[in-house]
């Protein structure tokens, strides 16, 4: 089925490119991702491509295709990498896999705070040094989301310290900073892509999973997980990402623009993201039935205390790791 869907984009893509004059004025990009479009990432999404029109007069072209509807996160990185589509919205998570740096970014408790981690990770030159370590692979960043604060969240166990994790078959990102974590943790990693992970909970193939309020309502995770932890682990930002030789054959004022309406809906997105994790809250409360709890937080930072100290060694995620630091230094 995604395979026809990819012929079907690949055709009008093709087909675009050869009609008529008007047509070949306008450039069709495609960008495609897998969360729902009542989620605040789709909407900020939505917020670029209309920025992006509307910034080239219609010049660029921006069709969105989300709910996993093209495949998987690394699905849809690969599709990236041919060219399928040009833009893809990813976990930094799922970029581990293509550039180890990105597996910083799973480091359990790398940043401070919600404040600092959105202006750090606004810097142009943090960004450079995440964004430019992917070309080899025929990809750029382009800008990040704010993809919240990551917490546990189980079917029915209670969570107090990091030893309630003992055998608790916890569901992760298909990374191996992310298993390593949950190993950390005392618990039993099992990594699945993200649209897996609702049926694998209400089967019971697992018992946890970790992720911030909105895969509660938006995702619905919140009809079958009743009981959500406030862990702190990880803020793992969202990144879009571009085919690098689509954006090369664009012109200057053309990249221009599609860094701008990157950047603008980037700040866009905090206002929003705010909003919606809080009516996820009520929501879950309200509706589903989930309880919202706090934990013994300083068990769980003294657990992942020899894995943080892997990144700070390691040379592909030194270099970043301390430009974060210093950085968080100067805020
Ligand atoms: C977040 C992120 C998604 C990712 C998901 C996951 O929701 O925004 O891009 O797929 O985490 O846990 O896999």
Redesign the pocket.
């Known amino acids: 089925m995604k395979r026809f869907l990819l012929l079907i984009v690949s055709v009008l893509i093709i087909l675009a490119g050869c009609s008529n004059s008007k047509a070949a004025e306008t450039k069709e990009l495609i960008l495609g ?3 729902p479009t009542n989620h605040p ?1 789709h909407q900020s999404l939505v917020d670029f491509k209309e920025r992006l029109e509307q910034k080239s007069n219609g010049k660029l072209q921006l069709k969105i295709y989300a709910n996993g509807q093209l495949g998987s ?1 690394r699905e849809v990185i690969e599709m990236t990498q041919t060219n399928a589509v040009q833009f893809t ?3 930094a ?2 970029l581990e896999g293509f550039s180890e740096s990105y597996s910083l970014f799973s480091m359990p408790y790398l940043f401070q705070s919600q404040a600092s981690y959105r202006e750090i990770m606004k810097k142009p030159e943090i960004q450079d040094a995440f964004f430019k370590t992917t070309t080899d692979n025929g990809f750029i960043g382009i800008t990040y ?1 704010d ?2 604060v ?1 917490n546990m969240y189980t079917k029915d166990r209670m969570i107090e310290t990091n030893a309630d994790m003992k055998g608790l078959k916890t ?1 992760v ?1 298909p990374s191996k900073t992310s298993v390593q974590m949950i190993d950390a943790l005392g618990g039993t990693p099992t990594p699945m ?2 649209g897996e ?1 609702y049926t694998a909970l209400q089967s019971g193939i697992i018992d946890a ?4 309020e ?2 509660l309502t938006d ?1 619905k995770h919140g009809e079958v997980a009743k009981h959500y932890f406030y862990t702190e682990h990880a803020m ?1 930002p ?1 990144i879009l990402i571009m085919n690098k030789d689509a954006y090369d054959q664009l012109t200057d004022q053309e990249k221009q623009w599609v860094k701008e309406a990157a950047k603008e809906s980037t700040v866009s997105h905090e206002t929003r993201w705010d909003k919606q994790v809080k009516k996820a809250i009520k929501t879950a409360k309200s509706d589903m039935g989930v309880e919202f709890h706090e934990v013994d937080k300083s068990s769980f930072m003294n657990a992942v205390k020899p894995l943080q100290e892997q990144f700070q060694t390691n040379p592909a995620t030194r270099q970043q790791y301390e430009q974060i630091k210093e950085a968080e230094e100067n805020e």
Not at 209 to 212: F, L, Q, R, T, V
């Open positions: 991702h897998n969360q990432v996160e919205k990813v976990s998570s799922a989301y993809a919240g990551r569901r990102q892509s993200f992970v999973a970790e992720n911030n909105t895969a995702n793992v969202d």
